[in-house]
């Protein structure tokens, strides 16, 4: 598939969208509506200790549904905590799983809705890879309760396989029943974390944007409307939290992106920022804004007109004005001080990175070739060590 808009593309994403504030208590009702009685409830412990969880267990558990809580799910889990999940959801005869959290419990819901169901026979170890989750899962819904990762909406689950590394189970399988964004469950969400899976969610509408390969018509306009309202609203979500309506445009903006990502995949910026996380827990949304001015700025001799497009959604208060090139340089000193006014840390050297690892760095970005395929200007290993490098301080 070409990026010409003219050519034919496929865009697949989930059947069911509920948007609102508060919609997380009426799953109940969306369950026994469809005649199931009992859901496996995949959370993490951060989750589970802020009791985030409770009004929405009630809920189904006021419409008569029996809930299992599976509530170990690990930061990029490892295979330990996909069998474990398992083990219960069988256990307790689970017709229904719920997601309920960050990226990571999305992902382990979409893979347990599939290992779980009941003619499913194959294995975590056979389903790595492209489009090898074939047959049925148990019915899917999927809350997120960070505007971030857009898992809700993606055809991927990651998991964690070794010190550093991880893998992928990509299906359209995973594409959930319902995907319930209620901004209620967001307002705790600290500063810090608002701002890294805020900027996180803008770079999938970016790279989704600018995507050699998949690039299309739909990504196009979700990823335009996902930055509208994400520009619109950052810096009210990281400095307002209690902000209901920010919050919910948050949530669906970043939904919006990853539906644009799902089918127009992400670059350079997600390719240079998986290793920031392998190496030193850098959150994913922050190793991301730490990269992000620098692939940009290397981006721009073949990207200036699609960043130029894209500045006067993001910053509408902005005049933009000049060629292409000078609107796209606009554009990233925008984003660099946006990051800044979120009060994220903007370089390596504030992560108490050493200089003498950014080879090591540039070198396992080259091991993201399913990334780096994408980007709109290939990038070598001495392209990845100067953009490190400008990142560095
Ligand atoms: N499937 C996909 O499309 C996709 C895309 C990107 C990343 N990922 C994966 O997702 C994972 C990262 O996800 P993530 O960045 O969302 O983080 P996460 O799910 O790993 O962790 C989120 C953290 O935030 C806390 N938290 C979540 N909601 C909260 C709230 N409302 N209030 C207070 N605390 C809250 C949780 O307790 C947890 O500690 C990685 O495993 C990554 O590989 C998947
Ligand atoms: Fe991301």
Do not use: W
């Not at 299992?68 to 256990?91: G, H, M, N, R």
């Amino acid at each position: 598939m070409s990026n010409n808009t003219n050519s034919g593309f496929l865009f697949a994403t989930c059947q069911n969208v509920l948007c609102e504030v508060g919609s997380s208590l009426r799953i109940g009702e969306i369950v026994t509506e469809q005649g199931y009685k009992s859901v496996l409830f995949v959370t993490d412990p951060g989750i589970a200790s802020l009791n985030l969880h409770q009004s929405t267990i009630e809920g189904l558990q006021k419409a008569g549904v029996e809930v299992t809580v599976y509530d170990e799910v690990q930061a990029d889990p490892p295979e330990s905590i996909i069998f474990a999940a398992l083990e219960c959801a069988k256990k307790a005869n689970a017709e229904v799983v719920i997601g309920f959290g960050g990226g990571s419990s999305m992902d382990v819901a979409k893979l347990i809705a599939f290992l779980a169901h009941p003619e499913c026979s194959q294995t975590l170890a056979d389903i790595y890879g492209v489009n090898n989750a074939k047959g049925q899962r148990l019915p899917l819904i999927q809350v997120p309760t960070t505007a971030g990762t857009g898992s809700e909406v993606t055809q991927v689950a990651i998991v964690t396989t070794g010190e550093t590394t991880k893998m992928g189970s990509v299906s359209p399988i995973y594409l959930p029943d319902y995907a319930i964004l209620d901004a209620g469950l967001t307002v705790g969400l600290p500063p810090h974390v608002t701002a890294a899976t805020g900027v996180d969610a803008m770079v999938h509408a970016i790279e989704s944007y600018t995507s050699a390969i998949k690039k299309n018509p739909m990504s196009d306009l979700l990823a335009k409307e996902a930055l509208k309202l994400m520009g619109a609203n950052i810096q009210t979500a990281v400095h307002n939290g209690k902000d209901l309506g920010a919050r919910q445009q948050m949530l669906f903006g970043a939904m919006l992106a990853g539906q644009a990502f799902a089918n127009s995949p992400v670059a350079a910026v997600h390719a240079l920022a998986y290793p920031l996380g392998g190496h030193f827990h850098i959150p994913h949304g922050l190793s991301n804004s730490l990269v992000l001015p620098h692939v940009l700025r290397f981006n721009i001799s073949e990207a200036a007109d699609m960043y130029a497009e894209l500045a006067p959604y993001t910053f509408p208060d902005v005049a933009f004005e000049g060629s292409s090139e000078e609107i796209a340089e606009q554009f990233i000193v925008e984003m660099e001080k946006l990051i800044k006014d979120l009060g994220l840390p903007m370089t390596l050297k504030e992560m108490d990175i050493e200089e003498s690892f950014l080879p090591t760095l540039a070198k396992d970005s080259m091991l993201q070739e399913r990334l780096l395929m994408n980007n709109p200007r290939p990038v070598s290993y001495d392209d990845a060590l100067a953009i490190y490098t400008a990142a560095y301080q």
